[in-house]
């Protein structure tokens, strides 16, 4: 959930993803005194914190992050999600941001979104991120033998990918969670002329990055990279 590089590789293959975030969030149209929790602290907490006048905390396997003003940072392990001891003290926010962080958890992803579900105040929204498991370059490496998911590693603040999901599996996932999906969007919001980022320092792939960004742009939705869902809480049941 946290440990990724965050060099200007990192933030160059990112930005497109994060402007892509931004526009979302303004589209809610939350009210300024709403509170935003962006959970996996990252280049996007600045941009949020630019962006809007809402506070926006964070949250993540960090002890403690920078201090800044009228925001607060929780430590939160999502893979235990639904015991008492997590989230303690969080207060209840107008959004909550989980993106490009569910496929790091070896855990159920339906109890992590319950959780979440819990820390939404009434009217809230969830914005739910994550690559997708079946893009196109996927499908290739695996119709030329070879697996295009990582092998976890030991790193435990960078542990990798334990799984990732298709846009079905997460829309029902999110239902089973007890949300309604207010918006799927399948895109490719990334620049792949950054896509080697792994100290952050890496040269650029100018040309054949364009190129890659040029036709990952155009494939059909269900062969994109990244999946993005707005989601909102349901009326609970009595059941609940």
């Known amino acids: ?36 929790l962006d959970i996996g602290p990252s280049p996007l907490t600045s941009l949020l914190r630019d962006a809007f006048p809402n506070p926006v905390d964070t949250a993540g396997l960090e002890e403690t992050m920078p201090p800044f003003p009228g925001a607060a940072h929780y430590r939160l392990d999502l893979n235990s999600a639904g015991r008492g001891e997590t989230g303690r003290g969080m207060p209840l926010y107008g959004l909550i941001i989980l993106a490009e962080v ?7 992803p339906v109890p992590v979104l319950r959780f979440l579900r819990e820390r939404i105040e009434p009217g809230g929204w969830l914005l739910l991120q994550t690559p997708n498991a079946a893009s196109l370059p996927k499908r290739l490496k695996l119709l030329a033998g070879r697996n ?34 207010e918006g799927l969007f399948r895109r490719y919001y990334f620049d792949a002329r950054y896509a080697r980022h792994e100290t952050g320092h890496e040269w650029p792939s100018p040309f054949a990055g364009a190129l890659k960004n040029a036709v990952y742009r155009r494939l059909p939705p269900s062969l994109r990279e990244g999946i993005t869902l707005v989601l909102r809480p349901r009326a609970r049941s009595p059941e609940e």
């Open 148 to 181: 295009p998911f990582d092998v976890p590693r030991e790193d435990t603040g960078n542990p990798g990918h334990f799984r990732e999901y298709t846009a079905t599996e997460l829309r029902t996932i999110a239902q089973d969670a007890g949300f309604g999906v």
């Open 1 to 36: 959930m946290t440990g990724s590089p965050r060099g200007s590789g990192y933030e160059a293959y990112h930005a497109p993803r994060f402007a892509f975030v931004i526009g979302c969030v303004r589209v809610l149209g939350l009210p300024a005194e709403a509170r935003i």
């Open 102 to 108: 569910l496929e790091h958890l070896p855990t159920a």
